[in-house]
T-cell receptor
Framework: DQQVKQNSPSLSVQEGRISILNCDYT??????FLWYKKYPAEGPTFLIS?????DKNEDGRFTVFLNKSAKHLSLHIVPSQPGDSAVYFC?????????????FGTGTRLKVLA | NAGVTQTPKFRILKIGQSMTLQCTQD?????MYWYRQDPGMGLKLIYY???????DKGEVPNGYNVSRSTTEDFPLRLELAAPSQTSVYFC??????????????FGSGTQLSVL
């Protein structure tokens, strides 16, 4: 049972436009979420996080939105740049559980076209 | 600062062979994790540890063993390699900040093929 889902395997966006990557989860206990970027042959690198006490978090060109009632989060990249081309993973955790495990989605491959 | 270091980067095993994937971190993080990434399947948690001497199973622990004798090292052992264990393996570490693990730091991965 996939508790964290990224239903779009791939996304292509023109340089300078907005990229929107989506993530859905099924476990209502999840209360802390991460986004990671991964280039080929490298490990994932942290992008941005959000706690369930917030509905938005910004860091430069990256903004994450959380809709708890819909169990949905999204990552917005504005403006998109060719260097943003990578696979993006969302991850979720039950922060207060004491286990500190993160469950990852299947990833979305973003291609930013110059 | 080296961060999380994994060795080897690549390995080919025959069915039934055993091996240990090494992972070490120099950030004094108390939490460490092993994930595997299969094509189109995202990252699946194999085992994790919240401190030296403490380990626990993740989503896909079968066929693997771990130990955590020091804060720095978290090796992953494959006893009887099977083709289903062909994957890219990532080690990660993190720290508990105010009761929350805010992010994981990943190594560069080990690509393992079992033939």
């Amino acid at each position: 049972d996939q508790q964290v889902k990224q239903n779009s395997p791939s996304l292509s966006v023109q340089e300078g436009r907005i990229s929107i990557l989506n993530c859905d989860y099924t476990n209502s206990m999840f209360d802390y979420f991460l986004w990671y970027k991964k280039y080929p042959a490298e490990g994932p690198t942290f992008l941005i996080s959000i706690s369930s006490i917030k509905d938005k978090n910004e860091d430069g060109r990256f903004t994450v939105f959380l809709n708890k009632s819909a169990k949905h989060l999204s990552l917005h990249i504005v403006p998109s740049q060719p260097g943003d081309s990578a696979v993006y993973f969302c991850a979720a955790s039950v922060a207060g559980s004491g286990t500190y495990k993160y469950i990852f989605g299947t990833g979305t491959r973003l291609k930013v076209l110059a | 600062n080296a961060g999380v270091t994994q060795t080897p980067k690549f390995r080919i095993l025959k069915i039934g062979q055993s091996m240990t994937l090494q992972c070490t971190q120099d950030m004094n993080h108390n939490y460490m994790y092993w994930y595997r990434q299969d094509p189109g399947m995202g990252l699946k948690l194999i085992y994790y540890s919240v401190g030296a001497g403490i380990t626990d199973k993740g989503e896909v622990p079968n066929g693997y063993n771990v130990s955590r004798s020091t804060t720095e090292d978290f090796p992953l052992r494959l006893e009887l390699a099977a083709p289903s264990q062909t994957s890219v393996y990532f080690c990660a570490s993190s720290v508990n900040s105010g009761g929350i693990v805010e992010k994981l730091f990943f190594g560069s991965g080990t690509q393992l093929s079992v033939l």
